[in-house]
């Protein structure tokens, strides 16, 4: 079994909407501060659009780990 970890980063569009940045393999030493200050940064930018609406807040941050058994076939 193979686990792997994806960074979420959520925000929220001028529209309501919510939209997800996800990385995958982040480091394993991220704190809260670090986190923040990427999606400050994102956010500071207009780095990315989402449905071609604006990105406005941060929603929250987490990461997801998962599982992965690989079958040879």
Same mark, same amino acid.
């Given at each position: ?50 449905? #071609?609406?604006?990105? =406005?807040?941060? +929603? %929250? #941050?987490?990461?997801? =780990?998962?599982? +992965? %058994?690989?079958?040879?076939?």
């Amino acid at each position: 079994m193979n686990e792997e970890k994806t960074l979420e980063l959520r925000f929220r569009t001028d529209e309501g909407q919510v939209i997800t940045i996800r990385v995958p393999t982040p480091k394993d030493d991220l704190n809260q501060a670090e986190i923040s200050d990427v999606m400050d940064t994102i956010l500071a930018n207009n780095v990315f659009y989402g449905n #071609a609406s604006m990105i =406005t807040t941060k +929603v %929250d #941050a987490r990461i997801v =780990t998962r599982a +992965v %058994d690989t079958i040879a076939v």
